[in-house]
């Protein structure tokens, strides 16, 4: 049926990102939760431990260490539900989950 690849990220890949959104915050761990977080990884989405909020580089940073980068961000903020912008926003590396993903 419909549902036969649902436990692939290709299938994950093909939802709205807002659907990802929603099963990543309100399917806690489960497998789906680590699928739509590994779909919003591949689009370029990161999720930032200490905010537990999805980022997503707006534009080119402005600046990038090995610390951080710093620049102009779209974030996901659950509590409102829906997409803000960020000026100025420092990511430290150390709240990136994943190092590997940069």
């Known amino acids: 049926?419909?549902?036969?690849h649902s436990d692939t990220v290709e299938f994950y890949q093909r939802l709205s990102t807002e659907t990802l959104f929603f099963i990543f915050y309100y399917l806690e761990g489960t497998k789906a939760q680590y699928l739509a977080?590994?779909?919003l990884k591949k689009q370029s989405w990161r999720f930032h431990t200490?905010?537990?909020?999805?980022?997503?580089?707006?534009?080119?940073?402005?600046?990038?260490?090995?610390?951080?980068?710093?620049?102009?961000y779209i974030y996901?903020?659950?509590?409102?539900?829906?997409?803000?912008?960020?000026?100025?926003?420092?990511?430290?590396?150390?709240?990136?989950?994943?190092?590997?993903?940069?």
Request: proline share 2%; charged share 40%; aromatic share 20%.
């Open 37 to 39: 977080a590994k779909a």
């Open 50 to 72: 200490k905010y537990m909020m999805w980022f997503q580089r707006h534009e080119e940073p402005k600046t990038i260490t090995d610390e951080f980068e710093q620049g102009t």
């Open 1 to 4: 049926g419909a549902m036969a």
């Open 76 to 102: 996901f903020d659950y509590e409102k539900w829906g997409q803000r912008k960020k000026e100025g926003f420092t990511f430290e590396y150390r709240y990136l989950e994943d190092r590997d993903l940069q």
